[in-house]
Nanobody
Framework: QVQLVESGGGLVQAGGSLRLSCAAS????????MGWFRQAPGKDRKFVAT????????YYTGSVKGQFTISRDNAKNTLYLQMNSLKPEDTAVYYC?????????????????WGKGTLVTVSS
């Protein structure tokens, strides 16, 4: 079992920045591929970014490339999402997820464990 707890969400003005964190416990963090998803109000949850076990490979959905940065600290069992130049359309609940799979994963069913999410609200 893996427990994931997100933090760092909140209210920010358009153009601002936030850094989300996800603290993991229950299993060796470095054995997990990690990802971020988000669910905007009234919409389905969607993939945002993923990072390999060692942190040497990252993948992003097109709409956040160059704007968001996913990273991890395996010594601290923590995943991060740095979000810059935030826009109102980035408003969503952001979820941390962990996968036992190797390689590129971006579908919800490829992730085994989920946090409860943290709300990010971007005001215009």
């Amino acid at each position: 079992q893996v427990q994931l707890v997100e933090s760092g969400g909140g209210l920010v003005q358009a153009g601002g920045s936030l850094r989300l964190s996800c603290a993991a416990s229950g299993r060796i963090f470095s054995s997990l591929t990690m990802g971020w998803f988000r669910q905007a109000p009234g919409k389905d949850r969607k993939f945002v970014a993923t990072i390999s076990r060692r942190g040497d490979r990252t993948y992003y959905t097109g709409s956040v490339k160059g704007q968001f940065t996913i990273s991890r600290d395996n010594a601290k069992n923590t995943l991060y999402l740095q979000m810059n130049s935030l826009k109102p359309e980035d408003t969503a609940v952001y979820y941390c997820a962990a996968s036992s799979a190797l390689g590129y994963v971006n579908r919800e069913d490829e992730f085994d464990y989920w946090g409860k999410g943290t709300l990010v609200t971007v005001s215009s």
